[in-house]
């Protein structure tokens, strides 16, 4: 799991300020401060975004939940078979 001080580890090493990764997410640069104290748990949506300003490679996290997607949706097509 992802915590506050991952989140500004990442942060720092991509050089970035609370204030530049606030404008970057369109929110406070008290928004940046309480997800890296855990004091607020970051969304999905905004915890992608903080990837890509910091330039983490998650295409390995991409690929694992594409896999899982498949591997879900051939499981249904199964079952859809076996029903008929």
């Not at 050089?15 to 940046?32: F, P, V, Y």
């Not at 903080?50 to 896999?67: H, P, T």
Request: proline share 0%.
């Amino acid at each position: 799991m992802i915590n506050g001080d991952d989140l500004r580890s990442m942060r720092l090493k991509a050089g970035i300020s609370q204030e530049q990764m606030a404008r970057k997410l369109e929110c406070d640069r008290k928004t940046i401060s309480n997800y890296e104290f855990g004091v607020s748990d970051i969304r999905s949506k905004e915890l992608f975004k903080w990837f890509l300003y910091c330039k983490i490679d998650v295409d390995s996290l991409l690929n694992q939940i594409k896999g899982l997607n498949d591997e879900v949706s051939s499981s249904e097509k199964s079952k859809l078979q076996d029903d008929e």
